[in-house]
């Protein structure tokens, strides 16, 4: 089974900097596309930030030029860095991985979400 968790998430002031982590474990083969999105409470789910297994990477227009999101495929561990935090920032930050599960060799696809970490910035 394959698991990810986020972490780095809390309390920030406008105009300050965050870096969040997002963690797999479990038996996996290999990794592919992991995302970042995030959830405030009465929109929809966007994604913010995106990168693939080859590190192309990509951004949404609102935290464009301010995000950059990095992957280390042999720790497992994807960030996401948003500088100059702004309010409508807050929101909670969930991460997404894709990939093959398997020890040694693959045994089938799999798309794991993380429970979500809370990122609050004050004006």
């Known amino acids: 089974q394959v698991q990810v968790a986020e972490s780095g998430g809390g309390l920030v002031q406008a105009g300050g900097s965050l870096t969040l982590s997002c963690a797999a474990s479990?038996?996996?083969?290999?990794?592919?596309?992991m995302g970042w999105h995030r959830q405030d409470p009465g929109k929809e789910r966007e994604l913010v930030a995106g990168?693939?297994?080859?590190?192309?990477?990509a951004y949404s227009d609102a935290v464009k030029g301010r995000a950059t999101i990095s992957r280390d495929s042999v720790q497992k561990i994807m960030t996401l860095q948003i500088d100059d935090l702004k309010p409508e920032d807050t929101a909670v930050y969930l991460c997404s991985v894709q990939g093959l599960r398997g020890d040694g060799y693959p045994e089938g696809y799999f798309e794991v979400w993380g429970q979500g970490t809370l990122v609050t910035v004050s004006s």
């Open positions: 990168i693939f297994k080859d590190g192309t990477t």
């Open positions: 479990g038996s996996i083969f290999s990794l592919g596309a």
